[in-house]
């Protein structure tokens, strides 16, 4: 099926889409999701889209306070602060044509005479020696937490952010997927995988389990052996039974509606988490971040926050009429005035202005590989040549004169 984000379905006629939208007490016309059951996995109802769907996305904000909040887990480590150092090493000093790095006192052994306590020497301590008192933790603001949070939880409705985390959701009916309360009674996991089969959500659990592959790296002899991708994300409102239900399932986790966590819902800090909601829970998301106009019951001072473009086709709010209507017209290129060149000293420039001037080069340029005498006779020819057209020129002037 063509999977469909319902908040960007367009409204058709009441009567075809009458279980799509729904109409608030003020007038707006809010959108519907449906609501698949947890026997049969068939459409057994529908409810409102939470504002939170409508946050805007901030892949930035997700990613900084993702990167923070996953430092918290770490557990200090630093090397033992007499390593390297349990030697009775002692400088020989200078005059003796060696470095000055202490050395193991003694004799009788190789070791004696060897360099120690050094980051360069062998059996020498690191450098820099780690410190258990490093800064480990980091302290996110609560608004920037709530912020990432919400960002997180409206990017699980895009099955393109969905997708491109690389879950398998090209089977299940609708993207969020919100499954009837009776889910959260689930006691085995038999029924729980019962469940995610019935609604077409089991393919992403199948690739979780196939994934499971030995770490590269140190890390597989430091008790982290496997590495494993992440599966859905199954979010429910109270506790009667769930996350027994689910927690054998691999790659699956559950978390409270209430407590929702960042590191759950963008892992690695990517948006797009593949999650499966009880009705419940879907319905508690109002109370829990509020909307663009109300605050939250649950988080003191806090509302979803606006996002900052209505409409993000920049290209179509440029080139609207609106706009364009009281822009400037677009400038038009100054005319620059063209660079005078010196014809002295450019031969195109030259050649151009006196086409000739290519034969007189071409000519003084063969005079100069003939001999130094026939040189000289060729320019006593052109000067008789020049003053006989010079006398020529002025008796032909005096004949004008004359007349």
């Known amino acids: 099926r063509r999977l469909i984000y319902q908040h960007h379905v367009v409204k058709r006629t009441r009567s075809e889409e009458s279980d ?36 805007p996305v901030r892949y930035d904000i997700v990613n900084f306070v993702h990167t923070n909040l996953a430092k918290n887990r770490r557990q200090p480590y630093a090397v033992s602060k007499r390593a390297g150092h349990q030697h009775s090493a002692e400088s020989w000093g200078t005059g003796r044509a060696v470095a000055r790095i202490p050395r ?17 020497c062998r059996g020498g301590r690191m450098f820099a020696p780690t410190k258990t008192w490093r800064r480990w933790h980091r302290r996110v603001n609560v608004k920037q937490r709530r912020f990432a949070v919400a960002a997180a939880v409206a990017a699980t409705a895009y099955p393109s952010f969905v997708m491109a ?50 770490r590269a790296g140190k890390g597989k002899m430091r008790n982290r052996r496997y590495v ?55 319905e508690k998301l109002n109370a829990v971040f509020g909307t663009m106009t109300k605050n939250s019951t649950q988080k003191k001072n806090w509302r979803l926050p606006q996002p900052m473009l209505l ?27 063209p660079l ?31 001999p130094p005498e026939k040189r000289k006779a060729i320019k006593k020819q052109r000067t008789v040549k020049r003053i006989a057209a010079m006398k020529m020129k002025a008796e032909m002037r005096k004949k004008e004169q004359d007349q």
């Not at 459409?43 to 769907?53: I, R």
């Not at 193991?104 to 360069?120: C, D, E, I, L």
């Not at 690739?207 to 592959?213: I, P, Q």
């Open 20 to 55: 799509r939208f729904l109409v608030s007490t003020n007038g707006s016309v809010m959108a519907m999701v449906t609501v698949f059951s947890d026997r049969d996995g068939k459409e057994s109802g529908s409810t409102a889209l939470p504002a939170v769907f409508k946050a």
């Open 104 to 120: 193991v006192s003694g004799g009788g052994t190789h070791r004696s005479g060897q360099g120690a306590f050094g980051n360069m």
């Open 165 to 214: 985390r690389g879950h398998a959701i090209d089977a299940i009916p609708e993207v969020p997927l919100v499954v009837a309360n009776g889910i959260e009674h689930v006691t085995k996991t038999r029924e729980a995988a019962r469940i995610l089969r019935s609604v077409r959500a089991y393919d992403d659990v199948v690739r979780s389990k196939e994934s499971r592959k030995i």
């Open 228 to 282: 494993q991708r992440k599966g859905p994300l199954v979010i429910y409102s109270e506790d009667n039974g769930i996350r027994k239900a689910f927690r054998n399932l691999p790659g699956v986790e559950t978390c409270c509606v209430e407590r929702l966590n960042l590191l759950q819902l963008a892992p690695g800090g990517h948006i797009g988490r593949f999650c499966v909601w009880s009705q419940g829970a879907f």
């Open 311 to 337: 409409n993000s086709d920049i290209g179509r709010i440029i080139n609207s009429d609106e706009v364009q209507r009281v822009v400037r017209p677009k400038n038009r290129a100054p005319k620059r005035a």
């Open 340 to 370: 005078k060149k010196n014809p002295l000293k450019n031969l195109q420039v030259l050649f151009r202005l006196n086409p000739y001037a290519k034969t007189l080069k071409r000519q003084a340029a063969v005079a100069q590989l003939l």
